[in-house]
């Protein structure tokens, strides 16, 4: 059973243009919820995390959205660049136990 | 700073060798340290977990017998695939975490290509 469904599997945005990855859960008794950036033959780095507390964090061009009713947790890539080409992936975790990923988002940014 | 490093980044081995990957932190200590296994374009699968000093806990499916884990200090771990199949050519990420309340946070290391012929 997949804990945590992500969407689209790939995405392909202009330059300048704004990604959108989103994510759904089932578990409300998750309590963190981060998104992961992996590039080809690496392992995955964090790149945002947001608590349920919150209904949105902002850092840099990344913005992750949290709507708490609907179970829903999204990721905003803002003036999307060739250099954020990647897979990223989320996650959800309750307090400390184990990361729950998503399927993954292939993103393309093409000049 | 929440450096992880894997040593190899790559290994080749033949088919019946065991093969022994080392996750260390590099910058703080790692009450919790995860092993990974990756297929193409898929998502991370989780292993194993391992607590330092005991027994690590291994997820449905995954042979303990076959994937020994030892998470001898705070900032090494070791996951050794012993008798080595084709099938077990994989990518395998380690993390590691500070473990407790809100310092949970999972620092990924580089990952291991691992392949057997």
């Known amino acids: 059973q997949q804990q945590v469904k992500q969407s689209p599997q790939s995405l392909i945005v202009q330059k300048g243009g704004i990604s959108i990855i989103n994510c759904a859960y089932e578990n409300t008794a998750f309590d963190y919820f981060p998104w992961y950036q992996q590039f080809p033959g690496k392992g995955p780095a964090l790149l945002i995390a947001?608590?349920?507390?919150?209904s949105e964090k902002k850092e840099g061009r990344f913005t992750i959205s949290f709507n708490k009713s609907a179970k829903q947790f999204s990721l905003h890539i803002m003036d999307s660049q060739p250099g954020d080409s990647a897979t990223y992936f989320c996650?959800?975790?309750?307090?400390?136990?184990?990361?729950?990923f998503g399927t993954g988002t292939s993103l393309t940014v093409i000049p | 700073g929440a450096v992880v490093s894997q040593h190899p980044s790559w290994v080749i081995c033949k088919s019946g060798t065991s093969v022994k990957i080392e996750c260390r932190s590099l910058?703080?200590?790692?009450?919790?340290m995860f092993w990974y296994r990756q297929f193409p374009k898929q998502s991370l699968m989780l292993m194993a977990t391992s607590n330092e000093g005991s027994k690590a806990t291994y997820e449905q499916g995954v042979e303990k017998d076959k994937f020994l884990i030892n998470h001898a200090s705070l900032t090494l771990s070791t996951l050794t695939v012993t008798s080595a199949h084709p099938e077990d050519s994989s990518f395998y990420i380690c993390?590691?975490?500070?473990?407790?309340?809100?310092?949970?946070?999972?620092?990924f290391g580089p990952g291991t290509r691992l392949t057997v012929t």
């Open positions: 993390s590691a975490s500070q473990g407790t309340g809100r310092l949970y946070e999972q620092y």
């Open positions: 996650a959800a975790d309750r307090t400390g136990n184990q990361f729950y």
């Open positions: 910058d703080f200590q790692a009450t919790t």
């Open positions: 947001i608590r349920p507390d919150v």
